[in-house]
Nanobody, 113 residues
Framework: QVQLVESGGGLVQPGGSLRLSCAAS????????MCWYRQAPGKARDLVAS???????NYADSVKGRFTISRDNTKNTVYLQMNSLKPEDTAVYYC???????WGQGTQVTVSS
């Protein structure tokens, strides 16, 4: 049974930072591309960042230069370091195994003063 468990969300002021984690089980983690999505209220779920097995990364234009995706295959975990957060980054953040229907339960990120 595949499980993806996100953590690290919360309330942060504009300009602040958060690091999200997603721990995977039930898959051979190192074989998969991993990604982060987010969904703001009333909006579609959008791809934020992805990381290949080799560690190559891609980002949505809206987060380039502020967010960093990384992975630790020894811990079966993918991370999203979010810096210089803006109110428009407020959303539920989900991790996903690329090209599958395996999603985490989501973690809320709220950027507000």
């Amino acid at each position: 049974q595949v499980q993806l468990v996100e953590s690290g969300g919360g309330l942060v002021q504009p300009g602040g930072s958060l690091r999200l984690s997603c721990a995977a089980s039930g898959i051979i983690f190192s074989r998969y591309v991993m990604c982060w999505y987010r969904q703001a209220p009333g909006k579609a779920r959008d791809l934020v960042a992805s990381i290949t097995r080799a560690g190559n990364t891609n980002y949505a234009d809206s987060v380039k230069g502020r967010f960093t995706i990384s992975r630790d295959n020894t811990k079966n975990t993918v991370y999203l370091q979010m810096n210089s957060l803006k109110p428009e980054d407020t959303a539920v953040y989900y991790c996903k195994v690329w090209d599958t229907n395996y999603w985490g339960q989501g973690t809320q990120v709220t950027v507000s003063s």
